[in-house]
């Protein structure tokens, strides 16, 4: 019994959280205001139907007091005409009819009564009704306006979520770039030293020969001039080769 006690008392919970997501406030206020509505309608409702039957009472007991003026001069007709005994019927039925006036009045006092009960409840409860809906609309507007700020703090959350993930994509991006600069530096670098051959030049393999010649030449002619401004050149040593002969000859 404790393991079923508390699995029902477990599955109660989880409903009553599943009912608590399902449930919209506003939609439970707008169904006790139908529901008191319907109440207040129905007293509405009997107090027509009692003040109804205190109509049809006072009706019915108009014409019963109709009958009576008419027993009434019907006696007095009988006398005139010496009829004492149709005198005495009329009076017996007036009295008859007396009778039923009086119990007429008697439900009729009795239905005003509750007619005046009905009446000040009905008010009681329009006013109760009225409260009600006052309040209700007032915590209707209250939820409407808090469900609109959780939505909206949602919302800007979402965004701040969303925008810091765009502002990590930006920086991987920014840092992407940067390393594709970088790589393309030092790969105009190498190229420069010579140490990267340029696959996309346009030059074969004899124009690249016929390069490092002219670059030989060049270097070669370069070297000459040097050595002959540096007095290293061929045209010194040959004349100090003749200097030297001359002076041979003459000790000679």
Known sequence: MGLFTRMETVFKSKMNKVLNKMEDPRETLDYSYEKQLELLQN????????????????????????????LEGQAKDAIAANREDLARLALERKAALIQQVEGIDREILELEKQEEKL???????????????????????????????VKINESVTGISEEMADVGLALERAENKTEEMKARAEAIDELMEAGTLEDLTGSRDDIERELAKISTQSNV?????????????????????????????????
């Open 43 to 70: 007293v509405k409702r009997g107090v027509a139907e009692v003040a109804s039957s205190k109509k049809r009472l006072q009706l019915q007991r108009a014409k019963l007091m109709q009958s009576t003026d008419k």
């Open 119 to 149: 009446i000040a409840s009905e008010k009681r409860l329009s006013t109760k009704v009225e409260i009600f809906r006052t309040r209700k609309e007032s915590v209707k507007a209250q939820y409407s306006a808090a469900e609109a700020q």
């Open 220 to 252: 070669e002619s370069e070297l000459a001039r040097l050595k002959t401004e540096a007095g290293k050149g061929p045209e010194k040593a040959k004349t100090g080769e003749e200097g030297k002969g001359a002076e041979e000859k003459k000790e000679a």
